[in-house]
């Protein structure tokens, strides 16, 4: 199990906590041992008596076939390896596409590669046929569906023959910004590496995507096979990640916010005060939105309290103090408050989710019969997960290790609220007349591919 901290450890609720939105594979497993579920067929793939996915059939001639994973899957960092047989190789070759057209994309024949006008996508091919000066074996990546010819890389005197009829090994690694291509001949066996750079993400338009195959024949053929294929996303980087106590290195601070140590203070005892603290860099909040944990201590509690805000307004966003929790007034957003002062009939000691920088007063729940008393001067651990159209928290009181969780639906999509599927996330807190210093003491995030976490050790 992945874990930020020890200084985090939780014990979370495992129900209803999934994230909302599209729903995505945490990996892909095709043949060699597994089955070949999941797959969508396009054009002349299909399924051969239950071994291989066949991409064009044999001797026949302009044909285009493709076969992606029925769900979208993380690609800003992953491991493909596939096995992948070319028999009676003339032309034109084969494809391992990444794109954000749908799971029935499609391309062209001949030179396209059965690839060729899929936009938003990235493609590694393995060409059988010289169209366009490339060689007469080749391979390269290329991007937007443009024609699969040049630039490329000619395969001559690498040791690596795709007109064998061999057996072929591809190991496909992807860090962020280089693609890597291991081919390895399983009958010589020859072994060849070459490195793409690439930004994947930025190319099919999102940092999920469909991945799959394509292939094509034009007046030359072959017979394309897949055998088997696995494709794992690397774990997620937490980012904010801040195990041990904040810094100011990456950090926005804004009014009255300011580090006390390693400790972040939002408001520090003074009336009619705001303050916010925001990551300097955007996150995901598309697809499958993202988890966060941080803790909390509010030793000074009176009012009125702070929020978790996620907004596109700028790093710099800073709302109204009193009632405002420097919050109101910050539009495209969403906050999540811990409310310290009864306003307006919800208690002195409540949760809630506004959006758009409306006040943040009602409505909201009154805390206090769950027995969280955010006044205890505890420290506090809550873990939030937002994705889709659903907020949810999670808080934990360290010391009487009493839990709270309560879902908050939304009336549209976190990326429809906040005009972007990115956006900065950080924290606001507001004093009036009565004062407050909440303090945030530790904080991470998670985007892409996080694992909704269940249990943490360390707590009971």
């Not at 209803?16 to 396009?42: K, R």
């Not at 793409?196 to 991945?211: E, M």
Request: proline fraction near 5%; hydrophobic fraction near 40%; charge should be negative.
């Amino acid at each position: 199990m992945r874990r930020v901290s020890a200084v985090l450890a939780l014990v979370f609720l495992s129900s209803g906590l999934a994230l909302q939105g599209q729903q995505t594979a945490s990996s892909i497993q095709i043949g060699a041992g597994y089955n070949f579920e999941g797959l969508v067929y396009n054009g002349n793939a299909s399924l051969i008596s239950g071994y291989a996915v066949q991409l064009t059939p044999a001797s026949s001639q302009y044909q285009a076939g493709s076969v992606f994973y029925s769900l979208p899957v993380n690609i800003q960092k992953f491991t493909t390896d596939f096995t992948f047989l070319q028999q009676g190789p003339i032309a034109d070759g084969l494809t391992f596409t990444i794109q954000n057209t749908g799971p029935n994309a499609l391309g062209g024949d001949g030179a396209g590669l059965g690839y060729v006008g899929i936009h938003h996508s990235v493609a590694l091919k393995f060409d059988l046929y010289d169209n366009d000066g490339e060689g007469p074996e080749s391979t390269g990546v290329y991007t937007a569906g443009n024609l699969p010819t040049v630039p490329a890389v000619d395969l001559t005197g690498t040791g690596i023959n795709l007109h064998y009829g061999h057996e072929m090994d591809a190991h496909v690694t992807y860090d962020g910004a280089v693609l890597t291509l291991t081919l390895t001949d399983l009958d010589t066996p020859a072994v060849w590496s070459h490195s793409f750079p690439v930004d994947i993400p930025a190319a099919v338009f999102g940092n999920t995507a469909y991945v799959g195959f394509t292939a094509s024949t034009g007046y030359g053929t072959a017979w394309q096979l897949i055998y088997g294929w696995s494709y794992f996303p690397a774990p997620t980087l937490y980012v904010p990640n801040y195990p041990a106590g904040l810094d100011a290195g990456s950090l926005a601070l804004n009014g009255s916010a300011a580090l006390d140590g390693a400790d972040l203070v939002l408001t520090n005892g003074g009336q009619y005060e705001a303050g916010s603290a925001f990551f300097t860099t955007p996150i995901s909040v598309g697809v499958n939105g993202f988890e966060t944990l941080f803790s909390f201590q509010i030793p000074e509690s009176a009012g009125d309290g702070f929020t978790f805000t996620i907004q596109n307004t700028g790093p710099d966003a800073l709302g109204g103090d009193g009632a405002g929790l420097g919050y109101v007034g910050i539009h495209h957003s969403v906050a999540l408050k811990f409310g310290l002062y009864d306003h307006d009939g919800g208690g002195s000691n409540s949760v809630g989710v506004y959006t758009a920088g409306n006040l943040p007063d009602t409505p909201d729940f009154d805390l206090t019969s769950s027995g969280i008393n955010l006044h205890s001067g505890h420290t506090f651990n809550a873990y939030v997960t937002a994705g889709g159209s659903e907020l949810s928290l999670v808080l934990y009181d360290t010391v009487t290790k009493t839990f709270f969780s309560k879902s908050f639906p939304l009336d549209a999509s976190i990326p429809s609220i906040v005009f972007g599927d990115t956006a900065y996330i950080g924290f606001t807190g507001g004093t009036g007349a009565a004062t407050s210093n909440p303090t945030i003491k530790t904080w991470a995030a998670c985007t892409g591919n996080c694992p909704t976490l269940n249990i943490v050790d360390n707590i009971l």
